[in-house]
Structures are given as structure tokens and as C-alpha cells.
């Protein structure tokens, strides 16, 4: 079946760092894949999307691209702000007909002043 | 603000009990899903409804069951409550079936505690 595997957290931050939180799948065919984010206390937001190889996905500052290759879609971020502190979820809808999302652990992310 | 909303926020039940959840989805929007957040945990998918009927379902007993209605509400109804259902419930919805292109749209949850 289909899977998710997304670096465990948390991962703290201070202002204006790098980020990156590694994610990749298993899955058969071409799945759709996007990044979800989940602010304290709210329900999961999506945050980007990829729906095939080699697109790149952007929000608010945020970029994942979409390799087959390495059957990854890793998040990054130039610099990141407090409000940026959250939880992220990797997830890739299947091919095909109906698919359920799978998705990954989630990463704590805490961005520090 | 997604326009999805969910009720009640917080619940506690006691085991063996039976529980009903709610969800409000945005108009328009004819599938609606049902995930399950475990503490520290990624949601799971629970089922999926397409215009009032279930198509799809995860590996959950059949103690979970939902139900949709065609003003866009939806029930998620859980019998016979274990300890290991506590957890927060998810519900989104989305415009169409199948197109990826449509944003799944979540709603806030709702926490279930069962003591």
C-alpha cells in the first residue's frame, strides 16, 4: 500500500534559518503529493501541492518538488518566522480512480527569535 | 477560514458508549472525508462520502459509520467506544470526486476523549 515517511521532529529554528523537512513515499503509479500544515489548536491547512513529476509546488515561501526519482518531496523554506512555528504533514493522494490521502507522522516545527 | 466547521469541539464518553460528530462542509462541496489524529500522530483516513454514499473506506471496524446529507452536512457515528478511539476527528470536503486539482478543505476537529 501507499506510505508516507517524514523526518520525525521537532525541529527548532531560530528566525530567519534555513529550513528543510524531509519527506518521501511509497506508492504505485503517479500520486499526487502535498504538504499540509496544522497551527496550534486548528485543523490541517493545505500548504502546497505537486500533481506530477517535477513540479514544484509554493506557498507563502515554501517550495517542495516532486522527484520520482528519489520518490521524495522534501519542504523547504529561505527563512523562516515565529509564525511559521507549526506541524507539517507530508501526504500523497494515489492514482487511479478513488484514493484515499495517506499521511506521513507530521514534523513539529519551532522557530525561535 | 476554511468554511468547514465542526461540532462540538471537546467530548468526553466513557467506554462502551456511542458517539455522533458533526460537520458543516462549504456549499458545493459533495465529497466528504473522516480522518482520525491520534495524539503525536498523523491523520488516518476513515471512509469518504460522494453524494450520500460511502466510497471508500480505511481500516476501521464497522463500529465507525457515517452518514451524509444533501445540505452538505455530515455525521460520523462511532459505537461501542474503546479507550483507543480518543483522539481528534477530522472531517473535509471538497467540490468533485476524483479531481486532484480541488483543494480538500479541513475542518478544525473535534477532540474526543473516552475515560
Redesign the interface.
Known amino acids: 500500500g501507499n506510505s508516507?515517511t517524514q523526518m520525525e521532529g521537532p525541529v527548532t529554528l531560530s528566525e530567519e534559518a534555513f529550513l528543510t523537512i524531509n519527506c518521501t513515499y511509497t506508492a504505485t503509479g503517479y500520486p499526487?503529493l502535498f504538504w499540509?500544515v496544522q497551527y496550534p489548536?486548528?485543523?490541517?491547512?493545505?500548504l502546497l501541492k505537486a500533481?506530477k513529476a517535477d513540479d514544484k509546488g509554493s506557498n507563502k515561501g515554501f517550495e517542495a518538488t516532486y522527484r520520482k526519482e528519489t520518490t521524495s518531496f522534501h519542504l523547504e523554506k529561505g527563512s523562516v518566522q515565529v509564525s511559521d512555528s507549526a506541524v507539517y504533514?507530508c501526504?500523497l493522494?494515489g492514482s487511479g480512480?478513488?484514493q484515499?490521502?495517506?499521511?506521513?507522522?507530521?514534523t513539529k516545527l519551532q522557530v525561535i527569535p | 477560514e476554511t468554511g468547514v466547521t465542526q461540532s462540538p469541539t471537546h467530548l468526553i464518553k466513557t467506554r462502551g458508549q456511542q458517539v455522533t460528530l458533526r460537520c458543516s462542509s462549504q456549499s458545493g462541496h459533495n465529497t466528504v472525508s473522516w480522518y482520525q489524529q491520534a495524539l503525536g500522530q498523523g491523520p488516518q483516513f476513515i471512509f469518504q462520502y460522494y453524494r450520500e454514499e460511502e466510497n471508500g473506506r480505511g481500516n476501521f471496524p464497522p463500529r465507525f459509520s457515517g452518514l451524509q446529507f444533501p445540505n452538505y452536512s455530515s455525521e460520523l457515528n462511532v459505537n461501542a467506544l474503546e479507550l483507543d478511539d480518543s483522539a481528534l476527528y477530522l472531517c473535509a470536503s471538497k467540490r468533485g470526486q476524483l479531481d486532484d486539482t480541488d483543494t480538500q478543505y479541513f475542518g478544525p476537529g473535534t477532540r474526543l476523549t473516552v475515560l
Do not use: D, H, N
Not at chain 1, 489548536?41 to 493545505?46: R, S
Open positions: 508516507v499526487s499540509y489548536g486548528e485543523g490541517l491547512q493545505l500533481t504533514f501526504a493522494r480512480g478513488y484515499k490521502v495517506t499521511f506521513g507522522i507530521g
